[in-house]
């Protein structure tokens, strides 16, 4: 039976009007019941799961025999119209239009029949384990059926969820095979607990596939599991999740642990293990940069040979390689792991050292290099490559933290461990080159110098710090600056001024740390007050020439007077004098509250006063002796002298307060103030021992009125307690006398009139003082 368009193109004629109607409105209906004969085939295969096979094959035939004839009347009818376009626009129009509608739901035909074509095709692939050919299959089905069919408006809504449900099965169906085949290929064995000896059981295995009749095919297989994988978008998340395993069990603890190394073995017919194993106990804290390099390298090496090079693999993702994806996601991580746990370590502590890093900067380069060569790297420069080439300022920044660190150590010990400083000592000062300018104005004013040369000279030891005791800490504290700005000279611009200022923040840690944390030290304990005095006075003192010895070895601006310490001596000096003030306070308050207790030396008939104020002057008396004992051979001797007497000073001043505060002084109380005063005297003098050797102490005892303002005073009082009226006037000789000398006429009547009775000799007297 011949087709309806068949018919038509047998006319020779022009067709007529009504009879084009007719063929189109006969078509219209035919194409119609072949919609709805598909749609109800397609709903009862993806929607109902009814098996036709028979039937959807006849459909098919079909819906092709319709296409045939819908393109031949198309054609057929846009040449009429063409020929008739002045006769009768508007009729034909509506006959286009209403074929295009026919035309529209052919297309949608088609569509549903590539969808029903890819699907089981692409299942046939999959049991054929054809992953390529499976995953392409569907993601044409995708892009061309089932994208195509939501972009029409009139496609109907159940049988297009069905479609696309039966899409997303597939996919996930495929994408799970798939990462079978994965886990079967790349099969990592990891520890379960953490430490080092957990590493030793970390294990990749690169397996070779195997067929179901043991025929072993590993580059074929992986390349479609990785080719499939690719195609359907999930390549990049195996690869994400692969490299955070690589980082964390196999990367970063090459890099960690010096005693860790990696051994690849070749196992026949299950492929290639990599296994981490534990080298013989090393002491070394930390791998070289050589070292973990060549460790890093062989487990990237035999990753690129067996699962992402480009040999025998042409898999990519976009324009890029599995070895480069690979890199850029663990690069960033592993270049810092290197960084932190190698590299900073391999940087020398001393610049003399600074010339053999060129051999690590050189492995450094070899490394980028091979990662370049097997596209694990892009570009030229990285972090890790800068980090190696400026060692320069991470030699001084080094420098600089371990400076600081070693300071605050320093600070932070014990002070009481003390060395003696004698007049001769010096700084063991670096011998450093003469500058040539120097050299030349040396020879220049040489004449000059000797024909100045004063005949009288200053003493050797002028301008030398007295004998003393200091704490040991801060002599090192002092031979790390001395070494620290070593390293200076000679050193870059940059690396000089960040060791220069650290050397300034060293000593201005000392200002701010040491007075804090021994704060409670220094106040309960005079001996360490009295270190930290010398401590503070000794920095002060080689403060002032330490900037002036490097200043002409420094590159500028440093050269040009800004290397100087000299700005700091006045701020060391008044702490040292703070923190022995302070003590000096402390020890004048105890003094002051041992004499309290003397009931103000009143009534000293009364034998329980007595006591009392015999026990007081006896407390007094041990404390200074004590005080002398645990500053002497620490203080310089000046120090100790004007230290002592300063104290002794206080506590006769406050016996003759209280002593010419007495209105009433009987024979019997002046016998017992004139014994416990003359006390004070014998043994007051005996607390002056600034040194050790006994013989050379008798010199400093004998000098007690030069230290004590209140001496003299002192023994007049005593006079007076025991003479008589006439020898008092006889001391007084007009206010010319040595009592004139220590009291004033008021303070001599009072004591007068204290001592003696009311007598015509005494009012004499009285007024014999004036």
Same mark, same amino acid.
């Given at each position: 039976?011949?087709?309806?368009?068949?018919?038509?193109?047998?006319?020779?004629?022009?067709?007529?009007?009504?009879?084009?109607?007719?063929?189109?409105?006969?078509?219209?209906?035919?194409?119609?019941d072949?919609?709805?004969?598909?749609c109800?085939?397609?709903?009862?295969?993806?929607?109902?799961?009814?098996?036709?096979?028979?039937?959807?094959?006849e459909?098919?035939?079909?819906?092709?025999?319709?296409?045939?004839?819908?393109d031949?009347?198309?054609?057929?009818?846009?040449?009429?119209?063409?020929?008739?376009?002045?006769?009768?626009?508007?009729?034909?129009?509506?006959?286009?239009?209403?074929?295009?509608?026919?035309?529209?739901?052919?297309?949608?035909?088609g569509?549903?029949?590539?969808?029903?074509?890819?699907?089981?095709?692409?299942?046939?692939?999959?049991?054929?384990?054809?992953?390529?050919?499976?995953?392409?299959h569907?993601?044409?089905?995708?892009?061309?059926?089932?994208? +195509?069919?939501?972009?029409? $408006? *009139?496609?109907?809504? &159940? @049988?297009?969820?069905?479609? !696309?449900?039966?899409?997303? =099965?597939?996919?996930?169906?495929?994408?799970?095979?798939?990462?079978?085949?994965?886990?079967?290929?790349?099969?990592?064995?990891?520890?379960?607990?953490?430490?080092l000896?957990?590493?030793?059981?970390?294990?990749?295995?690169?397996?070779?596939?195997?067929?179901?009749?043991?025929?072993?095919?590993?580059?074929?297989?992986?390349?479609?599991?990785?080719?499939?994988?690719?195609?359907?978008?999930?390549?990049?998340?195996k690869?994400?999740?692969? +490299?955070?395993?690589?980082? $964390? *069990?196999?990367?970063? &603890? @090459?890099?960690?642990?010096? !005693?860790?190394?990696?051994? =690849?073995?070749?196992?026949?017919?299950?492929?290639?293990?990599?296994?981490?194993?534990?080298?013989?106990?090393?002491?070394?804290?930390?791998?070289?940069?050589?070292?973990?390099?060549?460790?890093l390298?062989?487990?990237?090496?035999?990753?690129?040979?067996?699962?992402?090079?480009?040999?025998?693999?042409?898999?990519?993702?976009?324009?890029?390689?599995?070895s480069?994806?690979?890199?850029?996601?663990?690069?960033?991580?592993?270049?810092?792991?290197?960084?932190?746990?190698?590299?900073?370590?391999?940087? &020398?502590?001393?610049?003399?050292?600074?010339?053999?890093?060129n051999?690590?900067?050189?492995?450094?380069?070899?490394?980028?290099?091979?990662l370049?060569?097997?596209?694990?790297?892009?570009?030229d420069?990285?972090?890790?490559?800068?980090?190696?080439?400026?060692?320069?300022?991470?030699?001084?920044?080094?420098k600089?933290?371990?400076?600081?660190?070693?300071?605050?150590?320093?600070?932070?010990?014990?002070?009481?461990?003390?060395?003696?400083?004698?007049?001769d000592?010096?700084?063991?000062?670096?011998?450093?080159?003469?500058?040539?300018?120097?050299?030349?104005?040396?020879?220049?004013?040489?004449?000059?110098?000797?024909?100045?040369?004063n005949?009288?000279?200053?003493?050797?030891?002028?301008?030398?710090?007295?004998?003393?005791r200091?704490?040991?800490s801060?002599?090192?504290?002092?031979?790390?600056?001395?070494?620290?700005?070593?390293?200076?000279?000679?050193s870059?611009?940059?690396?000089?001024?960040?060791?220069?200022?650290?050397?300034?923040?060293?000593?201005?840690?000392?200002?701010?740390?040491?007075?804090?944390y021994?704060?409670?030290?220094?106040?309960?304990?005079?001996?360490?007050?009295?270190?930290?005095?010398?401590?503070?006075m000794?920095?002060?003192?080689?403060?002032?020439?330490?900037?002036?010895?490097?200043?002409?070895?420094?590159?500028?601006?440093?050269?040009?007077?800004?290397?100087?310490?000299?700005?700091?001596?006045?701020?060391?000096?008044?702490?040292?004098?703070?923190?022995?003030?302070?003590?000096?306070?402390?020890?004048?308050?105890?003094?002051?509250?041992?004499?309290?207790?003397?009931?103000?030396?009143?009534n000293?008939?009364?034998?329980?006063?007595?006591?009392?104020?015999?026990?007081?002057?006896?407390?007094?008396?041990?404390?200074?002796k004590?005080l002398?004992t645990?500053?002497?051979?620490?203080?310089?001797?000046s120090?100790?002298?004007?230290?002592?007497?300063?104290?002794?000073?206080?506590?006769?001043?406050?016996?003759?307060?209280?002593?010419?505060?007495?209105?009433?002084?009987?024979?019997?109380?002046?016998?017992?103030?004139?014994?416990?005063?003359?006390?004070?005297?014998?043994?007051?003098?005996?607390?002056?021992?600034?040194?050790?050797?006994?013989?050379?102490?008798?010199?400093?005892?004998?000098?007690?009125?030069?230290?004590?303002?209140?001496?003299?005073?002192?023994?007049?009082?005593?006079?007076?307690?025991?003479?008589?009226?006439?020898?008092?006037?006889?001391?007084?000789?007009?206010?010319k006398?040595?009592?004139?000398?220590?009291?004033?006429?008021?303070?001599?009547?009072?004591?007068?009139?204290?001592?003696?009775?009311?007598?015509?000799?005494?009012?004499?007297?009285?007024?014999?003082?004036?």
């Amino acid at each position: 039976m011949a087709s309806f368009v068949t018919e038509v193109l047998a006319s020779s004629g022009k067709l007529e009007k009504e009879d084009l109607s007719s063929k189109i409105s006969k078509m219209s209906r035919k194409v119609e019941d072949t919609k709805e004969e598909v749609c109800d085939m397609i709903n009862k295969r993806y929607g109902d799961f009814l098996p036709s096979l028979q039937g959807s094959e006849e459909l098919m035939v079909q819906v092709d025999e319709v296409s045939k004839e819908m393109d031949a009347l198309k054609n057929c009818i846009e040449t009429e119209v063409q020929q008739n376009i002045h006769v009768a626009v508007a009729e034909y129009a509506k006959l286009k239009q209403q074929l295009e509608k026919n035309t529209i739901i052919m297309t949608m035909l088609g569509h549903l029949k590539q969808f029903h074509s890819a699907m089981e095709e692409s299942n046939k692939a999959l049991l054929d384990k054809k992953y390529v050919d499976a995953a392409n299959h569907l993601e044409r089905v995708r892009a061309a059926s089932v994208d +195509s069919l939501k972009g029409w $408006k *009139t496609s109907q809504l &159940p @049988l297009l969820s069905a479609l !696309s449900s039966e899409l997303t =099965v597939q996919r996930e169906n495929l994408i799970y095979h798939l990462g079978d085949e994965w886990k079967r290929l790349v099969i990592w064995s990891l520890p379960s607990s953490k430490g080092l000896k957990s590493f030793l059981k970390v294990k990749l295995n690169l397996s070779h596939g195997c067929t179901k009749d043991g025929e072993a095919k590993p580059t074929a297989l992986l390349r479609c599991v990785l080719q499939a994988l690719a195609i359907q978008g999930d390549l990049q998340h195996k690869i994400k999740l692969f +490299s955070q395993v690589l980082l $964390k *069990t196999m990367l970063k &603890p @090459l890099v960690m642990y010096p !005693s860790l190394s990696v051994r =690849v073995t070749e196992q026949q017919g299950e492929g290639t293990v990599l296994a981490l194993q534990c080298l013989e106990e090393s002491n070394k804290e930390r791998s070289t940069p050589s070292q973990v390099y060549s460790k890093l390298l062989l487990v990237l090496r035999t990753l690129y040979s067996h699962l992402l090079g480009t040999g025998h693999l042409d898999v990519s993702i976009g324009d890029k390689k599995l070895s480069a994806i690979l890199g850029e996601l663990i690069w960033e991580e592993m270049s810092k792991c290197i960084i932190h746990e190698c590299l900073l370590y391999s940087i &020398p502590t001393n610049s003399s050292q600074l010339e053999k890093y060129n051999t690590v900067i050189k492995e450094t380069e070899e490394f980028e290099k091979s990662l370049k060569e097997m596209e694990f790297l892009q570009g030229d420069s990285t972090d890790l490559l800068k980090y190696a080439r400026d060692v320069n300022c991470h030699f001084a920044s080094k420098k600089c933290k371990d400076v600081i660190v070693a300071a605050r150590k320093l600070m932070t010990s014990k002070m009481h461990n003390t060395v003696k400083i004698t007049p001769d000592y010096k700084l063991r000062l670096p011998k450093l080159p003469v500058p040539a300018s120097e050299l030349k104005v040396k020879h220049d004013t040489t004449k000059n110098e000797i024909t100045m040369e004063n005949k009288k000279q200053l003493s050797p030891w002028s301008m030398c710090l007295p004998a003393c005791r200091i704490s040991e800490s801060v002599q090192q504290l002092m031979e790390l600056a001395l070494n620290t700005l070593s390293e200076a000279v000679g050193s870059s611009t940059q690396c000089a001024l960040q060791l220069f200022f650290t050397v300034r923040n060293v000593f201005q840690l000392f200002y701010d740390v040491v007075p804090t944390y021994h704060k409670e030290n220094l106040l309960k304990f005079p001996h360490l007050a009295a270190i930290q005095h010398n401590n503070c006075m000794y920095l002060a003192h080689h403060l002032l020439t330490l900037g002036h010895h490097f200043r002409a070895h420094l590159p500028q601006p440093l050269s040009e007077g800004v290397a100087t310490f000299v700005d700091m001596v006045p701020g060391f000096r008044k702490l040292g004098a703070q923190c022995f003030l302070a003590q000096m306070n402390v020890q004048r308050a105890e003094l002051l509250e041992r004499l309290s207790t003397a009931h103000n030396f009143s009534n000293l008939d009364d034998e329980d006063n007595y006591i009392a104020a015999s026990k007081a002057v006896r407390q007094v008396i041990h404390q200074l002796k004590q005080l002398g004992t645990v500053w002497q051979d620490v203080l310089p001797v000046s120090i100790y002298c004007k230290a002592m007497g300063n104290l002794l000073n206080t506590a006769i001043t406050e016996v003759i307060s209280k002593i010419m505060m007495l209105e009433d002084i009987s024979s019997e109380d002046g016998e017992h103030l004139h014994t416990l005063c003359q006390t004070i005297i014998e043994e007051g003098p005996l607390v002056f021992i600034p040194l050790a050797e006994e013989n050379k102490n008798k010199k400093y005892q004998e000098e007690v009125p030069l230290y004590v303002r209140k001496w003299s005073t002192f023994k007049e009082l005593v006079i007076v307690l025991r003479a008589s009226l006439q020898e008092i006037v006889d001391r007084w000789a007009d206010g010319k006398g040595p009592l004139a000398l220590e009291f004033s006429s008021s303070e001599v009547k009072n004591l007068i009139r204290a001592l003696f009775q009311n007598t015509e000799r005494r009012a004499v007297a009285l007024t014999k003082i004036r």
